[in-house]
Every structure is written in structure tokens, then in C-alpha cells.
């Protein structure tokens, strides 16, 4: 009878460690899982440090960020740093696992920033393209994120029905909103895989570099590269607003890309 209760104390203590745990595990689990995805939010304060770091490659500068805390890779579009240079970075989206085709490298985690933020507070080469004020930051995607214009871009206006020019569509944004386009342009810059889609920017001579017409943002799943000239099908939006910052004028959203 000893025996008997001894053993059956023994099996229920065990009972018990197992299920305490399964409820460490279970919350160990969890906050690996809300870590995760945590990882991959928009960044939404600046970041302050000194370049570790720095390499030019694909029209992106790649700088390691040393912190007070910690260090980390950030890109932004290519801007003269130097090493041990203290800069402040505007936010920007994570990647995790991005794998540069220049570097032939991975990243397990970096930064896609919009760009040095000057003392004024403003990001470095934007001239407030919406009409905001020098304190609004826009973050990567926005046209506060337009690559340099480039030089002796002269494409020819597609053909056929709903064609325009990228001048055209801006002009006409109002008109056009919610509809079916067809644009011809030079890809000046790519960036990939940001909200699940593939980040154009289309020119073809048009427009006004000041102002920001001569360049339009199109969001495809298509991934053409940097100097291709291709057409593009898809849909004109107006006054598009993403929120955290991913707000457009136009652009074209759902694009097919041909060359």
C-alpha cells in the first residue's frame, strides 16, 4: 500500500513539472515569435551613430552603424561618408536576410534609409517635394526618396491607348485617378521587396526635375533592372497615402513591366 502511494506522489509530481514546462515553453515560443515580427516594422526614429563601415555598390551607400548600444548595417541611396563620420539617419524599413546582387552578399538584417538628415532637420538633397515643411520626414518609397535626376533621358511616349508620359500623368492625376495607364520609361532605381512589392522609378525626359514630375513611383511585382527601358501597365493613383510616411502624389500601382 506504501509502495502504491509512493508511486502514484511520484507520477503526479512528474505530472506537474511537465506542465510547468510546457508553460515556460510556451511563453518562451511567444515572445521569440513577437520579436520576430517586430523585426520587420517600420523604423520610426532616427539613427544616430558613427560609420563603422562603408562600401558604394548599385547606387546604394552601405554603411555599418556603430550605436551606443549596438551596431548595424543601414543603406541608403549613394551619398559620400566617411569612416568615423558621426551621421544621423532617417527611419527606414528592415529587411531580414536581404541579399545584395552587387555585393554578392546577405545581410541578416539592414536598414533601407531614406537618407543623412541635415542639422535643419531636413533629409539631405530633398526639397520638400509635397509641399511639406522641412521637419516631416518621409520614409523609404516616398518621392522624398527620388534617386538623382539622370541626365539625357529622352524616351519615346508609348503607344496605343491610355499612353501618357510621366508629365502627363502627374498633370493629369486628377482625371486619371483609379485608371488604366501605360507608360514608357528608363528604370533609374529598384528596391525590392518592400510591403511585398518591387519599387520603380520610371523616367523618360519629362517633367520637372524641381518640382518632382519628372519621376513616378511603380509598385510591381515584376523586377526589371537599373538602365532597362521598358513599358509599364497598370493603375494611376492620386494622393496616395500609405501612412508612416509612404505618401504619393501618383503612382502606379498593380504594374506590368515589359521591355
Not at 507520477?11 to 515572445?31: E, G, H, K, R
Not at 520579436?35 to 562603408?54: F, Y
Not at 509635397?130 to 520614409?139: F, L, N, Y
Not at 510591403?195 to 526589371?224: A, C, E, F, R, S
Request: glycine share 10%; net charge negative.
Amino acid at each position: 500500500m506504501i509502495k502504491q502511494v509512493a508511486i502514484l506522489s511520484f507520477i503526479l509530481m512528474f505530472a506537474a513539472a511537465i506542465s510547468v514546462n510546457c508553460v515556460y515553453a510556451s511563453q518562451y515560443s511567444l515572445s521569440n515569435e513577437e520579436e520576430h515580427t517586430g523585426s520587420q516594422a517600420l523604423s520610426q526614429e532616427p539613427h544616430v551613430g558613427k560609420v563603422a563601415e562603408t562600401m558604394n555598390s548599385g547606387g546604394y551607400t552601405y554603411i555599418l552603424l556603430q550605436t551606443k548600444t549596438k551596431m548595424f548595417w543601414v543603406a541608403i541611396a549613394e551619398t559620400k561618408v566617411d569612416l568615423g563620420q558621426d551621421v544621423v539617419l532617417a527611419p527606414g524599413m528592415e529587411m531580414i536576410d536581404f541579399h545584395s546582387k552587387s555585393l554578392d552578399r546577405t545581410f541578416d538584417s539592414i536598414i533601407f534609409s531614406e537618407g543623412l538628415i541635415t542639422q535643419g532637420g531636413a533629409v539631405a538633397g530633398q526639397g520638400g517635394a509635397h509641399g511639406s515643411t522641412g521637419s516631416q520626414q518621409k520614409t523609404l518609397g516616398s518621392k522624398g526618396a527620388k534617386p538623382g535626376d539622370k541626365e539625357n533621358i529622352n524616351v519615346e511616349k508609348a503607344t496605343g491607348e491610355n499612353a501618357y508620359t510621366v508629365a502627363e500623368l502627374f498633370e493629369k492625376r486628377k482625371e486619371l485617378d483609379n485608371q488604366d495607364i501605360v507608360l514608357k520609361g528608363e528604370v533609374v532605381k529598384v528596391t525590392p521587396q518592400i510591403m511585398q512589392k518591387n519599387w520603380l522609378h520610371i523616367q523618360d525626359g519629362t517633367g520637372d526635375p524641381q518640382t518632382g514630375t519628372n519621376d513616378i513611383v511603380v509598385t510591381t511585382m515584376d523586377l526589371p533592372s537599373v538602365g532597362e527601358i521598358v513599358t509599364v501597365k497598370g493603375v494611376l493613383f492620386s494622393d496616395k497615402d500609405f501612412g508612416s510616411g509612404y505618401r504619393y502624389d501618383a503612382i502606379v500601382e498593380f504594374g506590368q513591366v515589359s521591355k
